[in-house]
């Protein structure tokens, strides 16, 4: 999972400068969200089988970290979330180093409610992007392999 080169080529500019700046520096700190730390969360496509990378929001606890669906409040999951739910082994970049880890979706509860409080004091927006939306916005612990 490792050589940038072999991952299917990411849509969204934005995101695109983001991954490049990270590859640049070997570095997650190369690049932020509004001023925010981020992780990168290589995983394998549900439908097409090829590797993806998402930078998202840099959500950890105890060696744990999170990984939110919001897309922004928008109706509707971000596409990675389905490639979570059919493959959940997954290689997080944090800083300069990484780690393989397995995403486990929380269902509505304490534990779930417990990862919101870390999400939300890690990147306030996200309370706003619940209230924006009707769905609750799923989260997956991402926890090392054991």
């Known amino acids: 999972m490792g050589d940038p080169t072999a991952y299917l080529p990411e849509k969204s500019e934005w995101v695109a400068s983001q991954l490049r700046d990270i590859d640049a520096a070997g570095d997650t700190a190369a690049a932020t969200i509004q001023d925010r730390p981020v992780m990168v969360i290589t995983m394998r496509g549900a439908r097409s089988g090829l590797l993806r990378r998402v930078p998202l929001?840099?959500?950890?606890?105890?060696?744990?970290?999170?990984?939110?669906?919001?897309?922004?409040?928008a109706p509707e999951h971000p596409a990675w979330y389905h490639n979570l739910v059919k493959n959940p082994d997954v290689l997080v970049q944090d800083g300069t180093s990484q780690q393989a880890l397995r995403a486990r979706e929380l269902a509505d509860g304490p534990?779930?409610?417990?990862?919101?409080?870390?999400?939300?004091?890690?990147?306030?927006?996200?309370?706003?992007?619940?209230?924006?939306?009707?769905?609750?916005i799923p989260v997956f612990v991402l926890e090392p392999l054991s």
């Not at 744990?64 to 897309?71: E, F, R, T």
């Open 57 to 73: 929001m840099r959500v950890e606890h105890e060696g744990a970290y999170l990984a939110v669906a919001s897309k922004g409040g």
């Open 111 to 136: 534990e779930r409610d417990a990862w919101w409080e870390r999400a939300v004091a890690a990147f306030p927006s996200y309370a706003d992007y619940q209230e924006k939306t009707d769905r609750l």
